[in-house]
């Protein structure tokens, strides 16, 4: 190959980016515009990007025109090598038409590994079947402030909960035959003041024992192929320049095999951003001999200023091999490079190509299935927060059951809030219909999106239900509080249950209040929402009219009075077209609530950043004036059941280099089936190095029928006590250690002290990572207490 055909295995192409202007990238518009496809294909293209999320189209005629375009691909180069095609899969596949899915942080809100995967590997399907081969997903940046605007797109504040739903999202993806891409590698969301793109200054120990541990679980154990750099700096080397991080410990240690591909104009901001680089020659050798292996979204600097750098020797040839040589290797994995390779994807495998008219409407990508996957994880995802006994909705006005299964439900409901009416208040800013769909408001959603009010009315059909939105998502904070909500306040009057309905609006850039590029410069709701709480509180103050508080957002908010005076608070993080049915069966008691808290709520608007991972100094004390304990903390989330936690047994000195034997009984207490999340905590009161108050070191999500008893045997490797110490290696140190068997990170109902024995002793990425978790189940009896 020549240097012109194997850098242009490198490159992508955004062909029609945004031709409505509005940016879906971070300073899109200040970048060139993309050469014509035809210029670029007689040397082959690496990349094609976003096929079908960049503007809306038709699955069968998107899977017709990429089938088209490498088929251009292929005629026009020498090789006739075709482009991989990759598009982004965060929240369901982003094309029109496609199942929406609940977001990141509601698949950490589920604590069901299994679920997510089942979840990926239909994203994935649907992907493969129109003609693509790689996914922009998952993301793997643990929440550290949670200001930042992209915290619904993360799984949580927990680096093992991260590590192992991600790794069961890219095992669904890969089952499918996509690629899976690790993002944003690595520290992105520990960003300075929660800002977007903004610099990080962490330390290596944090860095190590915070941020990587998920990335290495992905790569150890998930089979991933791709990685993308971040954008951030770290201490002031940026990720995408950083050849310890992107060779030495992700290909030297942990054994990475795939491609390193670049986030949509990192190489560039090596220049732009970052002045590291004079021009983009020396952006694109910077980040080539990083190890980034791939330009995306489309050329800039791995095109002419590569072939400068190595025409005059500013870059040896065998890096640009280095790079080719695994992009042609993933390429071959993918069948790109048979003989028999054909253009034609499956999903058009058996229609008609030459009428077009006929092709429309022919492929689908929202089946009954896939919707059912969301529901399932939306249900799953759904935390009740806050309940003194008003909800489930039932029994108030007549009647004992779930209102969806014959009970009745309150006389009249007033439902108050900017989330009431609003059908896109369920989706995330990775969402189709947020993402792109929100520029193109004459094309219709492509998916159902039932309203809140549309699902409390099919939940209390006997209900009378008036409804008030009473303020905007981000409407300016009046200068009074019940005085400038007249209607909302009569409304609460009148009625018998009130339903305040809060949240966010998914967005890019400022578009919205949730979203990358929208962050928070305090954790009070958006607008004037916290005004509208109050004045409903107040309004029905001593009469007897319950307030419940539901929150659609993608990140925690502060709560105020409504944590102590509101009936009962329901949280739900973006959780896709379903979710909305989804609440409201939770309200009605139709699905007992499972969800737990991924990341923490705060109980103070300012005390940020602060997250339960955090080491005594981090917590309350008397030399500080701002007291960050949350009102609920990581893992906290009710249920209409009640849970018994007993008869712990183990946990006998244990070598350092050996693992402790625990077991003890959960049961459930309750009148109806429901699901426990068991939380396994470390507690490290002596270290060389501080140590975090407690860290979840493991976790397995119990249903358990009514009177139902399970035995659970718990085997934990001295592994997972290990940390940075002080010379930079991981280590497991003797000593005394508590493993805490919790219902949350606030609710600790087991307690095994044990004690390490033996030497101090180094391990590496070969160390175990897990817990082992086996469930005994006794039948359900009569003699529930």
């Known amino acids: 190959m020549t240097t012109e055909e194997k850098l242009a295995q490198l490159y992508g192409l955004w062909a029609g980016a945004s031709a409505d202007g509005a940016e879906v990238a971070p300073h899109q518009h200040d970048m060139d515009a993309p050469p014509a496809l035809a210029d670029l294909l007689p040397h082959g293209l690496g990349q094609l990007t976003r096929p079908f999320g960049t503007v809306p189209v038709d699955p069968a005629l998107g899977a017709l025109s990429l089938m088209r375009t490498q088929e251009r691909v292929v005629a026009a180069s020498r090789f006739g090598i075709p482009a991989m095609a990759h598009d982004e899969c965060l929240a369901g596949f982003a094309a029109w038409g496609a199942t929406t899915y609940p977001v990141p942080l509601a698949w950490g809100a589920s604590f069901d590994p299994e679920l997510v995967r089942e979840m990926a590997g239909a994203i994935g399907r649907d992907m493969r079947s129109v003609g693509l081969h790689q996914g922009l ?178 870059l040896p040839a065998e890096a640009v091999d280095r790079a080719v040589r695994r992009v042609l290797t993933q390429k071959a994995g993918l069948g790109l490079l048979d003989p028999e390779w054909n253009a034609r994807p499956t999903s058009l495998a058996d229609k008609d190509l030459e009428d077009t008219e006929r092709l429309r409407g022919t492929v689908t990508l929202d089946s009954p299935a896939h919707r059912g996957i969301s529901r399932r994880l939306a249900e799953r995802s759904v935390i009740l927060l806050h309940n ?61 999106l039932p309203t809140l009010r549309a699902a409390l009315a099919s939940e209390f059909p006997a209900s009378e239900i008036v409804t008030v939105v009473a303020t905007g998502i981000d409407d300016p904070i009046p200068a009074h509080s019940s005085g400038d909500f007249p209607e909302a306040v009569r409304a609460a009057r009148a009625a018998d249950v009130v339903v305040v309905a809060l949240g966010d609006r998914a967005g890019l850039f400022g578009r919205g209040t949730s979203g990358e590029g929208c962050d928070a410069e305090t954790l009070d709701p958006p607008g004037a929402q916290a005004q509208l709480l109050d004045a409903v509180l107040d309004a029905v103050r001593g009469t007897g009219t319950r307030v419940v508080v539901t929150l659609l957002a993608g990140r925690p908010y502060v709560l105020g009075r409504a944590v102590t005076e509101a009936g009962a608070i329901v949280q739900a993080f973006f959780p896709g077209q379903e979710g909305a049915p989804a609440v409201a069966g939770v309200l009605s008691g139709r699905i007992n609530p499972s969800g737990r808290l991924p990341v923490s709520v705060p109980r103070l608007p300012g005390a940020q950043p602060s997250t339960y991972l955090a080491a005594p100094l981090a917590h309350a004390s008397e030399v500080s004036s701002i007291d960050p304990t949350p009102a609920f903390g990581f893992g906290h989330g009710l249920t209409y059941t009640s849970f018994a936690w007993s008869e712990l047994t183990g946990a006998a000195p244990t070598a350092t280099d050996g693992a402790v034997e625990l077991s003890f009984t959960v049961s459930n207490t309750g009148g109806r089936a429901g699901a426990e999340v068991v ?15 407690q860290r979840l070191i493991g976790y397995v999500r119990l249903p358990l029928e009514a009177g139902e008893r399970a035995r659970i045997a718990v085997t934990v490797p001295a592994d997972l006590a290990s940390f940075t110490g002080r010379d930079g290696r991981r280590i ?44 005994h189940r006794s039948p359900a009896t009569d003699g529930r207490a």
């Open 137 to 314: 997903a998952p993301v793997l940046d643990v929440v550290r402030d949670a200001r930042w605007g992209r915290v619904e797109e993360t799984i949580g504040e927990d680096p093992y909960l991260i590590g192992t739903v991600a790794t069961a999202y890219v095992r669904g993806l890969e089952s499918a035959g996509v690629v899976a891409t690790l993002k944003h590698f690595a520290g992105y969301s520990a960003s300075r003041g929660g800002r977007n793109l903004a610099p990080v200054g962490m330390g290596p120990r944090e860095l190590a024992d915070v941020v990587l541990p998920p990335f290495e679980m992905a790569v150890r154990e998930g089979g991933v192929r791709s990685v993308m750099s971040a954008y951030n700096d770290i201490d002031g080397v940026p990720c995408a320049a950083d050849e310890r991080l992107l060779t030495e410990l992700l290909r030297d240690t942990w054994g990475f095999e795939g491609t390193v591909v670049a986030d949509y104009f990192g190489i560039a901001f090596l220049r732009t951003l970052h002045g590291v680089a004079g021009d983009w020659t020396q952006a694109a050798t910077a980040a080539l001999t990083a190890g980034v292996d791939v330009e995306l979204p489309t050329v800039k600097t791995f095109g002419q200023p590569l072939r400068d750098a190595v025409a005059d020797g500013r």
């Open 388 to 448: 003194d006994g008003t909800l489930p909705l039932t029994g108030r006005t007549g009647g004992s059951g779930p209102a969806g299964a014959g009970g009745a439900g309150p006389a009249r409901i007033a439902l108050i809030g900017p989330q009431a009416e609003a059908a896109t208040a369920v989706l995330g800013c990775y969402s189709f219909p947020v993402h792109v769909g929100a520029h193109h408001p004459a094309v219709p959603v492509g998916v159902e």
């Open 679 to 693: 939380q396994l905590y470390l507690h490290d009161p002596v270290a060389s190095v501080v140590q975090p108050v």
């Open 732 to 775: 497991v140190e003797p000593g005394a250690l508590e493993l805490r068997l919790a219902a949350s990170s606030t609710d600790v109902r087991l307690t095994a002290a044990l004690t390490l024995t033996g030497p101090v002793r180094y391990v590496d990425h070969t160390r175990a990572l897990h817990a082992t978790f086996t469930v």
